[in-house]
């Protein structure tokens, strides 16, 4: 399992290597986050190797992720390798996720596993990750 900085699973993100899987799953990826959260995305901008990769494998709307750029300037996997405490870039990155878990009302079982579930728990998640990594 991939974690982004934030907590976020990015090795279940529908974007997570998307071009390798083809066109046709850029374009169904496409179709639900317009559906699910109103996003006007091209299939060619459905991919991603996850959180800490390089700007050009990156899913475009990551890359200016503080929490993400912070972790990268530190050799951090993720937040959870950091010992700063109540930090503004953390909460920025991670207050982007918070209402997904709202999601599990209104959509399908099946869309809120494959388009929602990977982004929530992601505070739980990180603090797991950081209870292991100083115990």
């Known amino acids: 399992m991939m974690i982004s900085a934030c907590g976020v699973i990015c090795s279940e993100c529908p974007a997570f290597h998307a071009a390798s899987k083809g066109v046709a799953a850029q374009n169904q990826v496409v179709e639900a986050w317009h ?5 006007n995305e091209i299939p ?30 530190k050799g951090f996997h993720n937040c959870a390798e950091c010992s700063a405490e109540n930090c503004p870039d953390l909460e920025k990155a991670q207050a982007v996720w918070d209402e997904v ?9 099946l869309d809120f596993e494959i ?9 739980k998640r990180l603090s797991q990750e ?6």
């Open 35 to 39: 559906r699910i959260y109103g996003l």
């Open 130 to 135: 950081r209870s292991r990594s100083y115990n």
């Open 101 to 109: 878990p709202l999601l599990a009302n209104t959509l399908s079982t």
């Open 115 to 123: 388009y929602a579930r990977p982004y929530c728990d992601h505070r």
């Open 44 to 73: 060619e901008h459905i991919s991603c190797s996850g959180c800490l990769g390089t700007d050009e494998e990156l899913f475009y709307t990551s890359r200016n992720c503080v929490a993400r750029q912070c972790c990268l300037s």
